[in-house]
């Protein structure tokens, strides 16, 4: 399974490497359209291989996917943090009733009935 896994890092960094050999051309990466450029006084231009604009922008969906979901499952693990501390209180009270019953009573007649 390991070499499988292997393998597959392996064919999957080739073909980035691929890619980024096909894809080496210069672009111009505008940070407003030259309509705006106008109003905004300042339009950064930035010439960059096609590669990078093409990873980049798959590592921002990445990135803008990963918060948008953490920040979604907000709720849920805050549900799952109620839940687990009223587990928690709620096994605390179990062994507290369970002490409680066998008060005043034998040791051994305590423990025989713990264990059925």
């Known amino acids: 399974m390991r070499y499988v896994r292997y393998a597959s890092i392996a064919i999957f ?5 691929l890619i980024a050999l096909a894809n080496r ?7 407003l359209p030259d ?3 106008g109003f905004a006084a300042l339009n950064p231009t930035y010439d960059l291989p096609l590669f ?6 798959i590592l921002m969906g990445l990135i803008v996917g990963f918060v948008w979901e953490w920040i979604r499952e907000a709720g849920e693990r805050t549900a799952a943090a ?4 009223e587990l928690a209180s709620l096994r605390a009270e179990v062994r507290r009733l ?12 305590a423990l025989l009935d713990e264990a059925s």
Not at 13 to 17: D, P, Q, R, T, W
Not at 82 to 85: F, M, N
Not at 98 to 109: C, M, P, S, Y
């Open 13 to 17: 960094g080739m073909a980035l490497v």
């Open 25 to 31: 051309g210069v672009v111009t990466l505008r940070v």
């Open 35 to 37: 309509e705006m450029a």
């Open 52 to 57: 990078i604009v093409i990873f980049g922008g």
């Open 82 to 85: 109620r839940q687990a501390r």
């Open 98 to 109: 369970k002490g409680e019953r066998h008060q005043g009573k034998d040791e051994v007649l």
